[in-house]
């Protein structure tokens, strides 16, 4: 079974700490992608990577940056947390060209930033 | 880009009924439509989808119809159970490998016993 394992299940920080969320997947796959989940607004897409040292911008990236410096880690930072992205943080990995395309989602990580 | 909307945002059933969720899409070159279900305190998973060469895709209770003409697609779950009840969410993408999914708000489904 494939895993992806996202660090922390809660987290809770103070305005403008830098905050780091991390993300391992077990299975090798190419893809990862950071979503946020808020109540009302379903999933948004924050960034995703489709390979080592690569980064693309999703539809939400104001406030948010990424690391994928090896391929079963993709990171996911807030350089000055703010309240507003208090919010449920789901990771995610996708193998590529396999003609499967199921997302392998993370536990996720519920964040307070007070 | 791709916009997906879905329908309705809340919807309870009686158990043994049958609940339809419906998404539209925006981009016509978009091929993948999946489904997935959230339980309360888990993680999505993928439960059904169905791609743009297919009309419609059945698994046991669920099934997906799909319409490219109008841009929408339905995801259709008979004779629920309390184990239905979760958030739903579709998604659509044009999937190359370079185009992520695009998901749509979330239905709560309430399965009633």
Sequence with gaps: ?114 | GENVEQHPSTLSVQEGDSAVIKCTYSDSASNYFPWYKQELGKRPQLIIDIRSNVGEKKDQRIAVTLNKTAKHFSLHITETQPEDSAVYFCAASLWTGNTPLVFGKGTRLSVIA
């Design chain 1, 1 to 114: 079974d494939v895993k992806v394992t996202q660090s922390s299940r809660y987290l809770v920080k103070r305005t403008g700490e830098k905050v780091f969320l991390e993300c391992v997947q077990d299975m090798d796959h190419e893809n990862m992608f950071w979503y946020r989940q808020d109540p009302g607004l379903g999933l948004r897409l924050i960034y995703f990577s489709y390979d080592v040292k690569m980064k693309e911008k999703g539809d939400i990236p104001e406030g948010y940056s990424v690391s994928r410096e090896k391929k079963e880690r993709f990171s996911l930072i807030l350089e000055s947390a703010s309240t507003n992205q208090t919010s449920m943080y789901l990771c995610a990995s996708l193998p590529q060209g396999h003609g499967d395309e199921k997302l392998f989602f993370g536990s996720g990580t519920q964040l307070s930033v007070l």
